[in-house]
């Protein structure tokens, strides 16, 4: 039987090259087949607020191009993961190959999931609260690049947070964390929510709620999965 001979570090490299021009490539080409159709991807976006205003007369193009970006990036995620994941699997045994198919279904949910509810309900409380110091002397004049640039700097770190569960769950399965450390730091965890929430949404007790009880859920929730896989590395 012919033994499959190792990698040298050029080849590594080299095929890191190769799979990185592909997922490049397979952006670029999903961001140009995007472009029609990134007005309609405004339309949606720019719906809760109605008409805003373009300040030079790039803006409107340069935003088009940005959500087709955007639109670019998630249509073409699949073959991204894919090399990525042909590159990294070969290094890996059977039983962390298993951990890492089925932690990245559960991240891309709880990506989406995060992006939904941030888009859905985090920005138009934001949005509101801020839009509340308006008066007759000060008008909202709002571009429609300082929108776009607002929902995607609310929606992306929120989408981001909500994948703490993979996080904990891969912490955990390299025991680098225990469910006896995320227990006892619970407090601290919770506690560093709330001054997020606080800093994230308008000073009121429900828009704060909304905001950092789905987070405390998703640790609760880190600490069960921590749980169930500690005990599988004990057995």
Not at 39 to 47: F, H, P, Q, S, Y
């Amino acid at each position: 039987m012919a033994v499959k001979e190792e990698m040298t570090i050029f080849d590594h490299l080299d095929e890191m090259r190769r799979r990185l021009m592909w997922s490049t490539a397979s952006i670029i080409i999903a961001m140009i087949a995007s472009f029609p159709f990134a007005g309609r991807m405004l339309a949606i976006l720019t719906e809760p607020v109605g008409n805003l205003v373009m300040l030079r007369p790039s803006e409107g193009f340069f935003v088009h191009l940005r959500i087709a970006l955007w639109m670019g990036l998630v249509i073409a995620s699949p073959v991204v993961i894919y090399h990525v994941l042909s590159y990294i699997l070969p290094a890996l045994s059977r039983r962390e190959r298993a951990y890492l198919l089925g932690f990245l279904p559960a991240g891309m949910l709880l990506f989406a999931a995060g992006l939904l509810f941030s888009f859905f309900i985090l920005v138009p409380f934001v949005y509101r609260f801020f839009l509340g110091f308006t008066n007759e002397a000060l008008q909202p004049f709002i571009s429609i690049d300082n929108y776009i640039s607002f929902v995607t700097g609310l929606v992306i770190p929120f989408g981001v947070a909500f994948e703490l569960p993979v996080l904990i769950a891969v912490l955990s399965f390299l025991g680098i964390v225990s469910p006896a450390f995320l227990v006892r730091n619970r407090k601290f965890m919770i506690f560093a929510v709330f001054i997020l929430s606080a800093f994230l949404t308008p000073p009121d007790v429900i828009s704060q709620s909304m905001l950092a009880l789905p987070l405390i859920g998703l640790f609760e929730l880190s600490i069960l999965v921590s749980k169930i896989i500690y005990r599988r590395r004990q057995n």
